[in-house]
C-alpha cells in the first residue's frame, strides 16, 4: 500500500536556542548608537543638526520572531538545506544575512510562475521557513505533503486576518481586503476567505477602488466595467452581483490605518443605502486587522512629522508596505526621503529616495538645509537598527561633523 508521506513537524516556537544566536544577531542588527539616542529622549545633537528618532520605529514583534527562528533553524539544522518562501521579511540587509547563512528563497507566487512550481526542489529532508507573511493555502498544503520540516514564522497579527476572513467566509460574507493584491500577506489572507464553500474575495488597493465598488453596490456602475478592473483581484468565478450582498471588510495588517478605515466606512454607506438601515447588520461586518506595531509606529511619526521639524528620513526596504506608508504619512507635513540604506545619502546635497506613491527611486539635489536642522528619523517595522545607526552618522559625515565627536 502507498504511504501518503507524513509531515514531520511543523514548528512555530523555535529549538531553544536564543541564547546561542544571540551573538550573531547583536553582531549583525544591534546598534549601541540608536541605544544611546533613545536614552537621550530620542535625540542625537550634531553640531547644527538635531536627530530626532521617532518614539516608535525599525523592527516590531512579528519580524523580531521570524528573524530569531530563522537563526535558530540555521543553528539546528546544520547541515540540512533549508529553504524560505519568499523573502522572510521586507529588508535587503536581512534576506542578504539570510543568504549569507545559506538560506535559500524559492521566490513562490512569482508573476507568471505555475503555482507550486517552485516548490519542486524541496524533498522530505529539507527545512522550509514561512516567512513572517505567511503564505497561501494551497502552498502550505502542497509542502505538508511532502513531509519537510516545515518552521513557520507567520506573525499572530497575521493568523488573527485570517482568522476573521474565514470566519466571513463560513458566514457567507465575501472578505473585501484593502491591500496590495501581489503582497505576499494578502496573497496568504485571501487564500484562507475560499477555504470554505461559497467563500469569496476581492482585494482593493485604495480609496479610489473602493469608490468604485460602492458605485456597483449602488447600480451606478455596470458588472462589465467592474470586471474589467476587479476580475484579476477577486477570487475566481466572482460574481458581483451576488458577492457584494454580505461584506466583511479586513485589511493586509500594514495599510495606511485612516485609509483603511475609511475604506470599511464608504462600503457600509453603500450597502446602507442600498438596503437599508435595518439590514446593515446582516449584510456588513468590520474589524480592524491594522496590527498594532503599523498603527504605533504611524502614530509616532505623525507626532513627529507634525513637531515642526524640517524634514523626515524613512530608512526602510523599497518594497516594505509599512515603510512606504510612513513615508506618506511624513509627506503631508514636511520633505520626506524614504531611503533603503546609508548608500542611498549620495552626499551633503544629494541623496536617492522613493517618493511618496512613486515606483522607483529619484535623486534629489539640496535635501539638506544649511544652517539649523531639525531630522525625524523613523524606520518599517522589518528595518534592523543597524541599518538605521549607518544611515544616521552617513547623515551627520555628510555635515561634515565625526560622530566620535557628538
Ligand atoms: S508589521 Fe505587524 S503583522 Fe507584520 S510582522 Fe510586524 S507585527 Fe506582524
Redesign the pocket.
Known sequence: MNQEPQNKMINRRGFGLKEAIKPLLNESYHSSLIERIKASDYVLEAGDLQICLAREFGF????DR?VDLAYETRKQFPDRNIYLTSEIIHNPRVNTKLRELGIQFLDSGKTGQTPGSSLDAVTREDVVLIP?FGTPTPELELLKSKGCILVDTT?G??VAVWRRVEQYGRDGFTSVIHGKFNHEETRATSSRATQYAGGAFLVVRDRAQAGRVCQFILGRLDQESFLAEFQSTASYGFDPRKHLERVGCANQ??MLASESFEIAEMIKAALKERYGEEELSKRFRHFDTI?S??QDRQDAILNLARSGVNLVVIVGGYNSS?TGHLCEISSEFCPAYHVRDADEILSRDAIRHKPPSGSSTVVTRGWLPQGKVRIGITAG?STPNRVIEEVICKVVTSRGYKLADV
Open positions: 516590531c514583534y512579528g519580524v521570524a513572517a506573525c497579527s497575521v495588517t500594514t496590527c506595531a503599523t509599512n517595522a
